[in-house]
C-alpha cells in the first residue's frame, strides 16, 4: 500500500547533519512537516530554515536521544505542534574508531547508548502516537554493518546489529496493528560521521569506497514511508557484501578486514580524540562530509597500490594485519 507523504508528520532524529539532514530536506521537498532532533540547537536552526524554503514546514526540538524524557518530550511536542505522528525516523548515531582492548569502557558503552537504546527510545515514543494515529511508519535507520563485521568499530557493528534484531522483533509484535516497521542498511556514505567519530587507532580513516553522497538514503527513507518494507539498501556496494557475506563469510571478514586496514585506517597519523560522542562538535553541520566518490576511490586504489609495491608490514604496536592472513 503506498502512503502519502505530502502533509505527512515526520519526526526525524539525528537531523543537525548527515543523512538526518538530507531526509529532512527530501521530506520537506514533498511537502511533508518535519520535526528535527538532535543535540545542536543553532544546526537545526538551519535545516528548519532550508526545509521551509523547500516547501516545508519545521519544528526544532533539541533532543539527546539517550535520555528517555527527552525523547518522549520529542514526541509530545510533535503532536502538539501537528496533531500526530505518521512517520518516525530513528536516525541519531555516534562511531568510535579503534581496537577493542583499546576503546575506553566509556566510549564503547556510549555508542551503544546512542545507536541502540536512542532507538529504543525512539520507538518507545512513537509507537503509541504511531498507533493513536491510526497506524503509521517507524523507520529503523541502520547500516550495512547490520548484516557483515569489520575491525576496530566493534561497538557500532554490535549496536547496528542489534538495531536490525529490534526492527524484526517490533514487526513481529505489530502485525495487523497498522503500523509498518522498516530498516534502511546504507553502504558507506558521504557524511560527517567520519570526522565526528572517536578515533583512538591513532591514524586518520575516511570511508572506503564506494561512497555515495547522503541524499541517496534520504530518497529510500522517503520511499520506505511511502511503500514500506522490512529492508532497503541505500548503495549497490552494501546489496553485494552482503550476498559475499552470506555465500562465503570467511572470505568475506578478511576481504572487509582487508579493506579497514589499507584503506579506511590511512597511514597519516592522527591524535586521540572523543570527537562528538559525548559533546557535539561545533564543525561538520552539513549533509555532505566532503567525501567525493570519485576521489576516494582514487585515493584509496593509489594507497593500496603503494603499499602493495612497498611490501608494507603491519604498523609498529599495531595486532597482525587481517589482510596478511597470519
Not at 603503494?306 to 592472513?325: F, K, W, Y
Request: aromatic share 6%; charged share 25%.
Amino acid at each position: 500500500m503506498t502512503r502519502k507523504v505530502q502533509d505527512a508528520v515526520v519526526v526525524i532524529t539525528g537531523a543537525s547533519s548527515g543523512i538526518g539532514r538530507a531526509t529532512a530536506r527530501a521530506f520537506a521537498a514533498r511537502r511533508a512537516r518535519v520535526v528535527l532532533a538532535a543535540r545542536r540547537e543553532a544546526a537545526l536552526d538551519d535545516v528548519a530554515r532550508e526545509c521551509e524554503r523547500a516547501g516545508g514546514r519545521a519544528l526544532v526540538v533539541p533532543t539527546d536521544v539517550t535520555e528517555l524524557e527527552a525523547v518522549e518530550h520529542l514526541a509530545s511536542r510533535a503532536v502538539d505542534a501537528f496533531g500526530r505522528i505518521d512517520v518516525w525516523v530513528n536516525n541519531a548515531a555516534v562511531a568510535v574508531f579503534g581496537r577493542f582492548e583499546d576503546t575506553p569502557y566509556d566510549a564503547f558503552r556510549r555508542v551503544i547508548d546512542v545507536n541502540l537504546l536512542g532507538y529504543v527510545h525512539g520507538a518507545r515514543a512513537a509507537l503509541p502516537r504511531l498507533r493513536r494515529a491510526g497506524g503509521g511508519v517507524l523507520i529503523n535507520n541502520a547500516s550495512i554493518l547490520a548484516r557483515l563485521t569489520q575491525p576496530y568499530m566493534s561497538a557500532y557493528v554490535m549496536s547496528k546489529h542489534a538495531i536490525q534484531a529490534l526492527s524484526d522483533c517490533l514487526r513481529q509484535e505489530l502485525v495487523g496493528s497498522g503500523i509498518e516497521v522498516c530498516t534502511a542498511l546504507p553502504a558507506a556514505i558521504d557524511t560527517p560521521l567520519w570526522q565526528h567519530s572517536a578515533n583512538y587507532t591513532g591514524h586518520v580513516v575516511e570511508p572506503p569506497p564506494p561512497v555515495y553522497p547522503p541524499e541517496r538514503v534520504a530518497r529510500t527513507i522517503v520511499s520506505l514511508a511511502e511503500r514500506p518494507r522490512r529492508v532497503a539498501y541505500a548503495g549497490n556496494a552494501g546489496r553485494v557484501l552482503s550476498w559475499q557475506h552470506l555465500l562465503a563469510p570467511g572470505l568475506s571478514e578478511r576481504v572487509i578486514g582487508a579493506v579497514m586496514d589499507r584503506v579506511t585506517i590511512r597511514d597519516d597519523q592522527a591524535p586521540v580524540s572523543d570527537g562528538n560522542i559525548f559533546m557535539p562538535l561545533a564543525d561538520g553541520h552539513g549533509a555532505g562530509g566532503g567525501w567525493s566518490e570519485g576521489a576516494s576511490l582514487l585515493r584509496a586504489m593509489r594507497r593500496l597500490a603503494n603499499r602493495v609495491l612497498r611490501g608494507d608490514q603491519p604498523r609498529e604496536g599495531e595486532p597482525t594485519r587481517l589482510a596478511t592472513g597470519r
